[in-house]
């Protein structure tokens, strides 16, 4: 069997879902929307120059939803998928993890993004498998701002892909071949650590990169 991992945003999404829920709480009402965009833009920025706080961003990111009701968070989370999970779904993305799928691969999606945004989207693709950063919650299921165990974000998405597979007694050498998709330098430490990483709407860092190391280049988008 072939293992396939697949970062999320950017990937197989043309754009930042994490990002994007910034604007849909702006849109919602939920979220101050001068003060809260300058913020979610600034965060942003941070992580495409790869020195984002993760633990200072997903504080920031729940800020404005972790005290609504459970009713109102399903209803948003509803109301983003339709408005911009599912219109975001590319037909290559799709046929990229079809493929993989047909071809009996074990499939998993790996992103820095946390759970509660990305679930639904990774249902989209139809991947059951979802290694997102968690969030942590409390006595009341109720979300703190702060992250359970490790994040899955550079160096944590190869402690987290490892927790994953050795949960079912199986191990990376395990496989005939681990494909890993990004676009990010982020996700460098998990490119470097599969024995397949493909460079997938690459910005220029990450494009160089790959030219310069003869790792596949995927557009996905263009």
């Not at 493929?99 to 989209?124: C, K, M, Q, S, W």
């Not at 397949?196 to 190391?213: F, K, S, Y």
Request: glycine share 6%; proline share 4%; aromatic share 10%.
């Amino acid at each position: 069997m072939n293992l396939t991992l697949f970062d999320l945003d950017g990937t197989l999404l043309p754009t930042d879902s994490d990002h994007a829920f910034g604007e849909h709480l702006i849109a919602l009402g939920w979220a101050d929307g001068e003060a809260y965009r300058r913020r979610n833009d600034d965060f942003f920025r941070q992580y495409q120059e790869g020195r984002l706080d993760i633990d200072a961003y997903v504080e920031f990111c729940t800020s404005a939803w972790r005290r609504r009701s459970a009713d109102e968070l399903a209803a948003a989370s509803a109301a983003f998928v339709d408005g911009y999970a599912r219109p975001s779904l590319h037909p290559n993305a799709l046929q990229l993890v079809q493929r993989h799928r047909e071809a009996g691969d074990l499939l998993a999606i790996v992103t820095a993004t946390n759970d509660f945004v990305t679930r639904p989207i990774a249902d989209l693709f139809g991947i059951e498998t979802l290694i997102a950063t968690e969030l942590e919650r409390d006595a009341h299921g109720r979300v703190t701002g702060a992250i359970r165990g490790v994040p899955s974000f550079r160096e944590g998405k190869i402690t987290r892909v490892e927790q994953w597979l050795a949960a079912q007694g199986r191990a990376l050498a395990d496989f005939d071949r681990c494909t890993f998709y990004s676009d990010s330098t982020n996700d460098l430490p998990l490119l470097e650590h599969v024995s397949h990483p493909v460079a997938t709407n690459p910005g220029a860092a990450l494009r160089d990169i790959a030219q310069q190391r003869g790792w596949p280049i995927l557009n996905l988008f263009t």
